[in-house]
Each structure stands twice: as C-alpha cells, then as structure tokens.
C-alpha cells in the first residue's frame, strides 16, 4: 500500500498539568494565529495498531493561509500535494499521475488545515484537552464527526512553536510529524501553492 501524506498533519519533567479546559482551543488558536505562513521540514512514520512501524518519509511543507499548501514528501517517493485555496493537485512522478480535488472538500476538517485554515474551525470540528510539561504546551483534539478519519490528534508546541503532529485513525494506526527547521515568517508569495500540470501524466479530474 503507498503510503501517502497526510492531509486529507519526550517528557521534560514529572510535574504534569493536565485540564480539559472550556478555553483549550482558544490556546491551540492563539499559538496558531501567529502562523499566518510557515515553513518547516517533516519526517513522517506509519505505525500498525501493534505499535510496528509500517513505512516512513520526509520532506518538507509550507503553509500559508487561507488553505495554501505545499506538502512535498521527497523520500522514499516523492509526491507533491499542492492547494491554492480552491483545488488540490496532488502529484506522483513515479505513477506519472495528477488528481485533482476541490480544497474545501479534501481539506475541510483535516489535520493541515489547522495550520492553513480558519481558526474558527478548531471549536467547530474538535472536542480539544490541553497539557504542559516544563516548555511543551500538549493539546489533544478529538474530531467531533463520526466520519472522520482519525480519532484523536495530538499537537505539540515547544516554546511556542509547533514541533510535532501524532495522529491515530480508526483503525488505531499512528502517524507521527515531527517537524525541523521551522520558519513562522518565510518570505512566500503565491508561485508555490500553484502547480502547472506536466505533459504526459494521467489527470484524475475531480473538480468538474
């Protein structure tokens, strides 16, 4: 099975504080609100429900909102996932294939658009826990549709800054981001959230 992206994302100290406070996703949007752009390197691991680890990856990802992204995942496989804020493109050279899909479709309660949406959506769409320990600030989101993929998301912050991403799906699988390198004021303008399709690839048109 490919292994694709997601998109469609160590204990300092004993002394733990743990509240699921009325206010949570209030913290989680004020430390996101500054990244109005970021940029940032990813490596990404796949486990099974047993804990083993199925396939890995890494890459690197800019973000800027409204909902542009550019995910490119350069090994194993390379695969670029591409939104300008209206379609995604997502591109596999080895497969020399495009699909395109509407961004508000793919992207609407995904884990990226934490970083490349409205923050408005964090109450909408999670039930959000928060947690310190020393100079992490730990929040656990729990998606409040049945029909989401994942069952519980976990985001944390290391002074402020995001750090990493660990994502379990229903099937108890686990993704885990963890992010290098991070930039939450990269000079981006529109050119990399834009994609020209190569020559001579299949395109999977979704968006008509």
């Known amino acids: 099975m ?14 733990v504080s743990s509240v699921k406070a009325a206010n949570a996703d209030q913290n989680l949007a004020g430390l996101l609100s500054p990244a109005e752009k970021i940029s940032a ?8 429900a047993d804990g083993f680890e199925m396939d890995s990856s890494i890459g690197r990802f800019s973000v800027a909102r409204p909902k542009q992204i550019l995910w490119h995942t350069t090994e194993p496989l390379e695969q670029k996932v591409v939104s300008n804020g209206k379609v995604v493109w997502i591109y596999d050279p080895d497969l020399a294939q495009v699909i395109i899909e509407p961004a508000e479709r793919l992207l609407s309660g995904s884990p990226i658009a934490l970083f490349s949406g409205n923050l408005s959506d964090i109450q909408e769409h999670y039930e959000v826990a ?7 600030a730990i929040f656990s989101l729990v998606p409040t549709s049945k029909a989401s993929l994942f ?13 990493s991403i660990a994502l379990t799906d229903t099937l108890n699988q686990k993704t885990k981001i963890q992010f290098s390198n991070v930039n939450l004021s990269p000079a981006l303008d529109d050119a ?11 395109v999977i048109n979704n968006v008509r």
């Open 130 to 136: 928060e947690e310190y320990r020393a100079n992490r």
């Open 151 to 163: 069952r519980e998301i976990i985001i944390i912050f290391v002074g402020g800054v995001p750090d």
């Open 192 to 202: 990399p959230f834009d994609f020209a399709v190569p020559a001579d690839v299949d």
């Open 2 to 15: 490919r292994f694709y992206s997601v998109l469609l994302f160590c204990l300092v100290s004993l002394s």
């Open 41 to 48: 390197n990813f490596s990404q691991k796949l486990f099974d």
